[in-house]
């Protein structure tokens, strides 16, 4: 099997592995030549070193972007080097243990907001003003102008209005967890993006390359024919 030397760590790798320093991304290059200062657009790499400077590059351009990696940067970088989707680790936090007094709030904000709750109450209130007024002639229980309604309906909404925002505020805390989640699968897509350019052009270069090599031995195998051409043509005369 064919092989070549590495110019960066100066190991043995299959010819297939080899990666023209001319087919490489500025960026990259540059973050080559400053641990090795003397590789030349002449040089030579693997694949496997290409990568890990990849990796470099791209968590270089986080930082730039961000300043510091966040918890969620470096799982999606982590997400990214690994070559394994991102999306198992979120849903695995989505599967949380609700407290008693949590699914006590949902359950209150589920009923209070609903056409339900709404219907019931008006009919309880209607059937406690038509009971004072008409069935006890406003000598009942409560009569006009119905204090202890009143009273029931302040203590009902000083009590709702807190369990209700307790189960509002734990669902903005689910929609910020969302955003973020949507932001790492937007950031791995960015970046796994930019990675597929950079494989694209090193092909198209790749290519390219391969065409020049084949024009150029073409072009030698064409002057050799006209060589042997021209000499036979001498002798002939």
């Known amino acids: 099997m064919k092989t070549f030397r590495s110019d960066i760590s100066k190991t043995e790798f299959p010819i297939t592995d080899r990666v023209s320093a001319k087919t490489i991304r500025h960026s990259i290059l540059n973050l ?6 003397h590789f030349s657009h002449e040089s030579n790499l693997s694949r496997s070193e290409l ?24 799982t999606v970088l982590t997400s990214l080097t690994n070559n394994t989707t991102i999306s198992d680790k979120i849903d695995g936090d989505d599967h949380q243990i609700l407290t008693f007094g949590q699914k006590i709030a949902d359950k209150v904000a589920s009923f209070g907001g609903s056409w339900t709750f709404i219907i019931s109450f008006g009919v309880f209130i209607f059937i406690w003003i038509s009971l004072n007024i008409f069935w006890l002639v406003n000598k009942g ?35 910020r967890d969302r955003a973020k989640k949507d932001y790492m699968i937007n950031l791995k897509s960015e970046l796994e993006i930019r990675t597929l350019h950079e494989k694209i052009d090193h092909f198209i270069m790749d290519q390219q390359q391969e065409l020049l090599d084949m024009q150029k031995t073409q072009i030698d195998v064409l002057n050799d024919i006209l060589k042997h051409v021209e000499k036979s043509t001498l002798e002939s005369n």
Not at 32 to 37: A, L, R, S, V, Y
Not at 52 to 74: A, C, P, V
């Open 32 to 37: 080559i030549q400053k641990d090795h200062p």
């Open 51 to 74: 990568k890990h400077y990849r990796e470099q590059n791209i968590s270089g351009y986080l930082n730039k972007e961000i300043e510091e990696l966040s918890d969620m940067e470096k």
């Open 141 to 175: 229980f409560d009569p006009y102008p119905f204090i202890l309604l009143n009273l029931i309906l302040s203590c009902l909404a000083a009590l709702q209005a807190p369990v209700i925002m307790m189960s509002q505020n734990r669902q903005e805390e689910k929609d």
